[in-house]
C-alpha cells in the first residue's frame, strides 16, 4: 500500500520486479537502521542493505553495522559479504539484488532496502546501464597508469581513442577517465554506448514506499559524535588494525571508509587518538552534509521526508 501523499514520477512505473518494497534513505547516523528494523518486524519482512560500505566484510563496527541480535530479528541481506580487496560498485549490488529476486530471498514479504548510498536507491527505482566485467589486469593497468602519467596525460589519450568521451570529462578527473579507459580496453566499446542501454528498475514504483529520514542538524552532530566514541569502544580500532594486516591498495574504497585513514594514522604515531578521532568526527559530519545535499536535491516529489522518531506516521 502506498503512503498517502506519494505522487508517482512516471518514469518506468510498474516494471519493477519487487512488489511493495520499501525504500529507506537517510544520512549517516540518522536512525535509518532503527527504522528498518521496526518495519521489517512490524510487517513480517526483510531487510536489504542499500550502504556502500556495509557490504565489506572485517569494517562491522566502523561502518555500524547492525548488530549481530539486530541481525537475528529478522533476515538481513548484502552486509559485510565484500571482502575490502573488491572495489564494489553500484553495478556489483544491483546484480547481487537480481541474485536475491531469482533466488527469492525477497518474494512474499516485504523488502526494506535501507542505506546512504543514493546511487544505489536511483539504480533500484530506475536501473542503470549494464556495464562489461573489467578483468583484474585491466583495472590494475589503468590505475598503476593513472598513477605514474596523472589524469592528463590519461585524459589525452582518451582523446585519441574515445574523444566524444573525453570531450565531457575534466581533465583532472582521474577517476572517471581511468573507468572510460578500462570499459573500452575490456570490451572494445565506449562506455557511452554501455551508457545508452539503460536496465529495468527492480521495484515496481507503484507499490513502493519512499521515506528518507531528514535529522536536525544539531542534533545529528550530536549523535555523530556519540556513535563514534561508542565505536571506538566497541572494536573500531581492532577492526582498523586487522585492515592493515591485509595490505590493501589505498585508492580501494573500502580503505576510505571515514574512520580508516585517521585511526591509521594514529596507530603509526603519525597523530594522537584524541586528534585522530576528532579529524573522523569532521569526516563523518561533513560526509553526512553531502548525503543530506543529494538527498534534498536528488530524490523526487516521490518521497515522504521523515523527522527521527516519526515512525508513527508510517502506516502498516
Known amino acids: 500500500m502506498a503512503i498517502s501523499g506519494i505522487e508517482n514520477s512516471g518514469r518506468r512505473a ?3 520486479r519487487v512488489k511493495n518494497a520499501i525504500l529507506i534513505a537517510g544520512p549517516t547516523a540518522s536512525g535509518k537502521s532503527a527504522l528498518a528494523l521496526d518495519l521489517a518486524e ?12 556495509q557490504g565489506y566484510s572485517v569494517l562491522d563496527v566502523l561502518t555500524a553495522r547492525p548488530s549481530a541480535a539486530e541481525m537475528a530479528r529478522v533476515p ?4 559485510g559479504h565484500v571482502h575490502p580487496s573488491t572495489a564494489y560498485s553500484t553495478g556489483a549490488w544491483l546484480r547481487d539484488v537480481t541474485r536475491l529476486i531469482e533466488e527469492d530471498a525477497l518474494s512474499g514479504r516485504p523488502a526494506v532496502f535501507v542505506g ?14 549494464d556495464m562489461p566485467d573489467i578483468p583484474p589486469s585491466v583495472r590494475e593497468r589503468w590505475r598503476y597508469e593513472l598513477k605514474e602519467q596523472g589524469a592528463e596525460r590519461l585524459h589525452r589519450i582518451l582523446m585519441r581513442e574515445d574523444s566524444a568521451v573525453a570531450m565531457h570529462l575534466r581533465p583532472t578527473d582521474g577517476q572517471r ?6 570499459v573500452l580496453d ?13 536496465g529495468q528498475p527492480l521495484i515496481d514504483r507503484d507499490s513502493a514506499r519512499f521515506l528518507v529520514i531528514e ?12 556513535r563514534f566514541d561508542q565505536m571506538i569502544d566497541k572494536g573500531a580500532l581492532d577492526e582498523v588494525r586487522q585492515l592493515m594486516a591485509l595490505d590493501l591498495a589505498p585508492n580501494l574504497p573500502a580503505m576510505k571508509a571515514i574512520g580508516v585513514r585517521e585511526l591509521q594514522a594514529a596507530l603509526a604515531g603519525e597523530m594522537s587518538f584524541p586528534e585522530a578521532i576528532e579529524r573522523a568526527k569532521i569526516a563523518t559530519r561533513q560526509y553526512a552534509k553531502r548525503q543530506t545535499t543529494w538527498f534534498r536535491h536528488q530524490l523526487g516529489p516521490e518521497w515522504q521526508r521523515l523527522r527521527p522518531g516519526g515512525e508513527s506516521s508510517i502506516p502498516d
Do not use: C, K
Not at 546512504?116 to 546501464?129: M, Q
Open 215 to 226: 535529522p536536525d542538524r544539531g542534533e545529528l552532530v550530536a549523535r555523530i559524535e556519540a
Open 14 to 16: 510498474g516494471e519493477g
Open 42 to 53: 512490524r510487517q513480517g519482512g526483510v531487510i536489504v542493505n542499500a550502504d556502500s560500505m
Open 76 to 79: 538481513h541481506f548484502l552486509y
Open 186 to 198: 575490456a570490451s572494445g566499446r565506449s562506455i557511452l554506448d554501455w551508457q545508452a542501454a539503460r
Open 116 to 129: 546512504g548510498t543514493g546511487l544505489y536507491f536511483r539504480a533500484l527505482a530506475e536501473g542503470i546501464s
Open 177 to 182: 577517465i581511468v573507468r572510460a579507459l578500462e
